[in-house]
Nanobody, 124 residues
């Protein structure tokens, strides 16, 4: 199983920014489609963003468009999720996941490899 490690979460005030990282060990992230998902307390896990092996991006929640940006750093074997203008409703545990597919999908069950998650709390 592929190993993914998220980092970069924390407590931030509304309107602030965070950059989440998804690092891989033992394999090359470029060969996988990477998705970011989040799960808030009492809610189902939802797809946030995705970047395919071809570098095509997808964002799945209208409220995130224009605020969240996904990117890859090949040299660091890391995928990032830049989150700006954060809102209290963005509070959740954020997970990255990898799938050996070439296109972005929002269905979590299609991603077999997951990180442990990183907590993002947006509060004043």
């Amino acid at each position: 199983q592929l190993q993914l490690v998220e980092s970069g979460g924390g407590l931030v005030q509304p309107g602030g920014s965070l950059r989440l990282s998804c690092a891989a060990s033992g394999f090359t992230l470029d060969n996988y489609t990477i998705g970011w998902f989040r799960q808030a307390p009492g809610k189902e896990r939802e797809a946030v963003s995705c970047i395919s092996t071809k570098g095509i991006h997808a964002n799945y929640v209208d409220s995130m468009k224009g605020r969240f940006t996904i990117s890859r750093d090949k040299a660091k074997n890391t995928v990032y999720l830049q989150m700006n203008s954060l809102k209290p409703e963005d509070t959740a545990v954020y997970y990255c996941a990898a799938a050996s597919i070439s296109l972005c999908v929002s269905l979590a069950t299609l991603f077999p490899s997951w990180g442990q998650g990183t907590q993002v709390t947006v509060s004043s």
